[in-house]
């Protein structure tokens, strides 16, 4: 069965902390993606990445940063979080191809105190 | 510049009544078109995509979509709505880059 695991599904920090949120998935996709979930906003991408060491800015990059140091794991990174990124993160996968679907994870839910 | 629009935020249907759920896109070229259902406190699964052909698609659940490129809309359709439906249902366009951009979202409610 194909899967997107999302490290952490509940995270509680505190204003400032570095926080990491992982993202690991098993079907060897090219593309991977980060988005951010807020009631009555939807899905809105945040940085995705179509190959190892690749990086590409979405629709709300500030404050965000990622790695992708291997084809399988795509991490998002908050430098110094604040209360205003309080949220759902998404990760996502999909295969290099005009008709490729996104498969997703689970989520992880970001309170920032 | 594409996006997607879900019109209706929430939407309270009867246990066995028919369902549609609005969709219109804004795109250039030709579309590719998905629906995602959210349960709650869950990631997002796919219920159909279209991509080409028959313009009428079939998907997970029970679910149907029909794309009208006159009126830019991809209608999610199921004939008797179960309990089980209620969740999140997103709309989705993706390019011919791989980016994929979402509608807000409806809340289904089911009666019972």
């Known amino acids: 069965d194909v899967k997107v695991t999302q490290s952490s599904r509940y995270l509680v920090k505190r204003t400032g902390e570095k926080v990491f949120l992982e993202c690991v998935q098993d079907?060897?996709?090219?593309?991977m993606f980060w988005y951010r979930q807020d009631p009555g906003l939807g899905l809105r991408l945040i940085y995705f990445?179509?190959?190892?060491?690749?990086?590409e800015k979405g629709d709300i990059p500030e404050g965000y940063s990622v790695s992708r140091e291997k084809k399988e794991r795509f991490s998002l990174i908050l430098e110094s979080a604040s209360t205003n990124q309080t949220s759902m993160y998404l990760c996502?996968?999909?295969?290099?191809?005009?008709?490729?679907?996104?498969?997703f994870g689970e989520g992880s839910r970001l309170t920032v105190l | 510049a594409q996006s997607v629009t879900q019109p209706d935020i929430h939407i309270t249907v009867s246990e066995g009544a028919s369902l549609e759920l609005r969709c219109n896109y804004s795109?250039?070229?030709?579309?590719?078109l998905f629906w995602y259902v959210q349960s709650p406190g869950q990631g997002l699964q796919l219920l159909l995509k279209?991509?080409?052909?028959?313009?009428l698609v079939q998907g997970i659940k029970g679910f149907e979509a029909e794309f009208k490129r006159s009126q830019s809309s991809f209608n999610l359709r199921k004939p008797s709505v179960h309990w089980s439906d209620a969740a999140e249902y997103f709309c989705?366009?993706?390019?011919?880059?791989?980016?994929?951009?979402f509608g807000s979202g409806t809340k289904l409610n089911v009666k019972p």
């Open positions: 996502a996968s999909s295969r290099t191809s005009a008709t490729g679907e996104l498969f």
């Open positions: 079907m060897d996709h090219e593309n």
């Open positions: 990445s179509y190959d190892v060491k690749m990086k």
């Open positions: 795109y250039g070229a030709t579309p590719y």
């Open positions: 279209y991509f080409s052909g028959d313009t």
């Open positions: 989705a366009v993706g390019d011919n880059f791989n980016k994929f951009y």
